[in-house]
């Protein structure tokens, strides 16, 4: 519903101009004249010789004048109208709304992530069950129910990013989200281990969107400045998300109540719930995806086919532009600072998810925990991931203010000293080795006995 209400906001926009246009030619039949000095003779020789006066000009690009339209020179040397903003403040481009519905749109795209990354990890919650069920193996159903969730993330992730460059963010977060839902069904109906591991495997696939689209939603709406706080605040689900799985599950399989597939009930619920959020709240964020909404609008009010967005005015192919879009991310895959982080990532994901197998052998048989209270021990996980950027983000955030102030910053974050980003994993990373060994080192039967 607001995606279908931002559309119709753009027509009115362009509506609105051409009105202001046309009551201009009315009241002055003269050569309307631009206002932001894009015609004059540097520019007229630069749109060609055959245009030697503001007269003629005006009859060959009557719609020139217009704010954000320019007269620019296509891949095969045709003029055309090139679509942009109105002004650097247009309230159509996302990092222009106000801060409250930026905050809101950020909001659900934590809850698209939580819903995701929760799933990802619920079935170890009821791993026990499931595996009787079937009739394997505890680490057979492992495999079934989160590490083939998993592989479909990396590979969903490959798709889903350069999908959300070509054809918006909402489309994507809608589609998949909804495709997501109907493979969760599957794994909840699934019959035996086979049908659960494609079901599953699907499902993550399918749920990649959400984390690997997130971080454009992001910079969409937000500035290099505001980036300090955002992106640690969606980073928060991401990795709070899969702690929170066996919580939410944690006494499915115990009390008998209700069957083990619950666990895929629940979340199919929470699924359905973000559906109806995404539908009726969730805006588009991508620029050049606005932008050639504008140039449709453009085109359909005034017949001139001329009016083209940046992306519309390149003129490659359908194949061209798959080519371009989902070759990039192993394009990127080779930069040596992508390779690193994403190393490093990796781990951090290996030792998060690690646990859901990890702290059931600790809780339950080293501890004598019941199999639910151990799963309710991911909460103390979860304050772990959440009181991490309270304390750090506010002290990097003033780092950054500084730093920002220092060097003369237009208060867009242009100026922002790329370095600052990796304070968080400077610190970070030597912690997860130090929590490492104290979690190692307090794992034995002897440290129960004697801390009693």
């Not at 930026?102 to 795209?109: K, P």
């Not at 304390?391 to 220092?406: E, F």
Request: with cysteine.
């Amino acid at each position: 519903m607001a995606f279908y209400l931002q559309y119709r906001s753009l027509r009115k926009q362009v509506q609105q101009q051409l009105d202001e246009l046309r009551d201009q030619e009315k009241g002055s039949r003269g050569s309307p004249s631009r206002t932001d000095g894009a015609t004059t003779e540097s520019t007229r020789e630069e749109l060609g010789r055959d245009i030697a006066s503001d007269d003629e000009y005006a009859q060959k690009f009557p719609y020139g004048v217009l704010d954000g339209i320019t007269i620019a020179t296509d891949h095969q040397g045709q003029r055309y109208y090139q679509v942009g903003w109105e002004s650097a403040s247009d309230p159509q481009n996302a990092r222009n709304w106000p801060m409250s519905e930026r905050i809101g749109a950020l909001c659900m795209l934590v809850a698209l992530a939580f819903i995701v990354t929760a799933s990802s990890s619920i079935d170890a919650a009821i791993e026990r069950q499931a595996a009787q069920a079937f009739g394997v193996s505890d680490v057979t159903e492992a495999l079934g129910g989160t590490a083939m969730f998993l592989a479909g993330f990396g590979v969903g992730a490959l798709l889903a990013s350069p999908a959300s460059e070509l054809v918006g963010r909402f489309p994507v977060y809608l589609a998949t989200l909804v495709v997501f839902g109907c493979f969760l069904v599957g794994a909840a109906l699934a019959p035996n281990i086979g049908a659960q591991i494609v079901f599953r495997f699907l499902a993550g696939l399918s749920g990649a969107a959400p984390l690997t689209c997130a971080g454009g939603s992001i910079n969409d709406m937000f500035n290099g400045r505001e980036k300090t706080w955002a992106f640690p605040s969606f980073a928060l689900v991401g990795f709070g998300g899969p702690v929170l799985g066996p919580v939410i599950g944690s006494y499915i399989g115990v009390t008998g109540v209700l069957s083990w597939r619950w666990s895929e009930w629940i979340m199919l619920i929470g699924v359905g719930l973000v559906i109806v959020l995404i539908f009726a709240a969730k805006k588009e964020t991508l620029g050049p995806q606005l932008l050639r909404y504008k140039a449709r609008h453009f085109r359909e009010l005034t017949g001139d086919k001329r009016f083209l967005s940046p992306a519309d005015a390149q003129g490659h192919s359908f194949a061209t532009v798959l080519k371009t879009n989902f070759s990039r991310p192993f394009i990127l895959a080779l930069e040596p600072i992508v390779l690193l982080f994403t190393l490093y990532l990796t781990v951090v994901y290996i030792v998060l998810f690690t646990f859901l197998d990890g702290y059931r052998f600790i809780f339950e048989e080293t501890y004598g925990i019941n199999q639910g209270l151990s799963n309710l021990c991911f909460l103390g996980l979860f304050i772990g991931v959440a009181s991490t950027p309270i304390v750090t983000v506010p002290w990097v955030y003033r780092i950054t203010k500084h730093q920002l102030a220092r060097d003369g910053d237009d208060g867009t974050g242009s100026q922002l000293n790329q370095e600052t980003r990796v304070i968080f994993a400077m610190f970070g990373a030597p912690l997860i080795s130090i929590g490492l060994f104290w979690m190692g080192w307090t794992d034995y039967v002897s440290f129960v006995v004697v801390g009693s």
